[in-house]
């Protein structure tokens, strides 16, 4: 067999203790897409368990993540892969993900089909393919439904639509959104490579999912990551009380609100992924604080958990994700909660 290395010995793993510091010294991007882990340091020397010690890529991945050239063995892949489930376990649950890519025949599914090949690359994840047949007597909201069951994600290729349709019915996207379960990248005019992630929080618990996603796809990527915090805008009645609210990053993070305690957690986050990332503020009311960002950095990707669903919690706190999509023109990806 034609390789750059020496033969790798081979080690069981079965009553291997596990250092966890030592384990985390690679990503777990690139630990759990090449099925590696470092099992051993002496002096400036890591050993590392690989499951296909002979794939020259993986190693350079590996060695650069390092810093240095590891000594490699050879480990079974079901022992490697349950030991950084043992290191990584809020990470393991995703590199099983299942990512469709959904769209009619078009002048644009090819470049669909692209960029949700590069998308499920820095996933890592198993990608299927699903082409809308409009011709069938299969309605469209049961093909989706049948077709996107038990997926972590739909990346989704909008159709061009007329213009007197997008008035009416609004972009297919928002169609998809309100029809799937799972969460959804509206591919909209696909860029790639990912260099510039916007995150938009409110504050909400459920924002989790977005940020997970953020951190899935910036890390790998080595995007930068934007945090939009919207701040809900202050009536009439409030302007008073407005002047002891927080104005800036600093003020906002210092505070116990929701929005300040998820963007102390964030901007954690962010930090342990060793993720290049920024938290930005607007004024205005939450649509004029998202265009205004917009306008202000050309993002390749924008980030956003979804609405309520229940109707009146909407029209409570406001809907986000509808009139983002009537407005934008890159992809959008809308985290819910995955049903694997």
Not at 6 to 19: G, H, M, R
Not at 49 to 56: F, K
Not at 82 to 92: I, T
């Amino acid at each position: 067999m034609n390789s750059l290395y020496p033969s790798p010995q081979a080690l069981t793993l079965d009553k291997l203790t596990v250092n966890h510091k030592l384990a985390r010294r690679l990503p777990s991007t690139v630990a759990f897409r090449y099925h590696a882990l470092p099992i051993a340091k002496e002096n400036d020397h890591i050993t590392i368990a690989m499951a296909n010690p002979y794939d020259n890529v993986a190693r350079e991945a590996i060695a650069t993540s390092l810093g240095m050239q590891p000594y490699v063995v050879q480990g079974n892949q079901a022992a490697i892969d349950k030991r950084l489930a043992e290191v990584w376990p809020d990470e393991a649950r995703y590199t099983s993900l299942n990512i469709m890519t959904c769209c009619q025949a078009s002048p644009i599914a090819n470049e669909v089909k692209a960029y949700a090949e590069y998308i499920g690359d820095l996933l890592g994840s198993n990608l299927a393919y699903f082409q809308l047949d409009e011709a069938t007597t299969i309605s469209f909201d049961k093909q989706i439904e049948e077709a996107s069951r038990k997926q972590d994600l739909v990346i989704f290729g909008e159709p061009d639509q007329p213009l007197i349709k997008q008035i009416f019915s609004g972009p297919a996207g928002c169609r998809m959104t309100e029809l799937l379960h799972s969460s959804i990248l509206v591919a909209r005019q696909p860029r790639r490579p990912l260099q510039k992630i916007l995150l938009i929080t409110r504050g909400y618990q459920t924002d989790d999912l977005a940020v997970k996603w953020l951190i899935r796809l910036a890390q790998p990527s080595d995007a930068i990551a934007t945090v939009l915090a919207l701040v809900p805008p202050t009536s009439a009645m409030c302007q008073r009380a407005a002047t002891c609210m927080p104005h800036g990053v600093a003020d906002w993070l210092a505070t116990d609100t929701p929005l300040g305690y998820q963007l102390r957690q964030v901007a954690r986050q962010l930090v342990n992924w060793e993720i290049n990332g920024a938290l930005h503020f607007r004024q205005g009311s939450p649509g004029q604080q998202i265009q205004r960002e917009i306008a202000k950095v050309d993002y390749d990707l924008i980030v956003i958990t979804a609405d309520p669903n229940d109707w009146w919690l909407r029209r409570l706190l406001g809907e986000i994700v509808y009139p983002l999509l009537h407005r934008v023109d890159r992809p959008v990806l809308i985290a819910k909660p995955t049903i694997s």
